[in-house]
Nanobody, 128 residues
Framework: LQLVESGGGLVQPGGSLRLSCTAS??????????IGWFRQAPGKEREGISC????????YIADSVKGRFTVYSDTARNTVYVQMTALKPEDTGLYYC????????????????????WGQGTQVAVSS
């Protein structure tokens, strides 16, 4: 399985971006996966911010982005999106897409150790 992220860039505070994660070679099993978006800010650990269990619809949204970020899917395109609004400078970082080939529970879904596949990351910079 390969994951390809896109949609990062430079945006002013208060702006919006939509990141896409497309999985190749997932076949008919894609809707059994869990897809997570993780962020790594400079000097900080990688943290889960928006995750989606495609089978059960379980979602995780980190407190730091709640009300601003939304995660959703287009399974026909093997793609999961994160819509980011009201961006802040502290949202700056490298955003990674990750996949687990099974539906994660609400207790597991934000744990990066549960994910087997990772994309290369896409940079998001929020600055005036």
């Amino acid at each position: 399985l390969q994951l390809v992220e896109s949609g990062g860039g430079l945006v002013q505070p208060g702006g919006s971006l939509r990141l896409s994660c497309t999985a190749s070679e997932a076949g008919f099993g894609f809707d059994y996966y869990t897809i997570g978006w993780f962020r790594q800010a400079p000097g900080k650990e990688r943290e889960g911010i928006s995750c989606l269990n495609l089978r059960d619809g379980i979602t995780y949204i980190a407190d730091s982005v709640k009300g601003r970020f939304t995660v959703y899917s287009d399974t026909a395109r093997n793609t999961v999106y994160v819509q980011m609004t009201a961006l802040k400078p502290e949202d700056t970082g490298l955003y990674y897409c990750a996949a687990a080939p099974y539906p994660l529970t609400e207790y597991e879904i934000s744990d990066r150790r549960q994910y087997d596949y990772w994309g290369q990351g896409t940079q998001v910079a929020v600055s005036s």
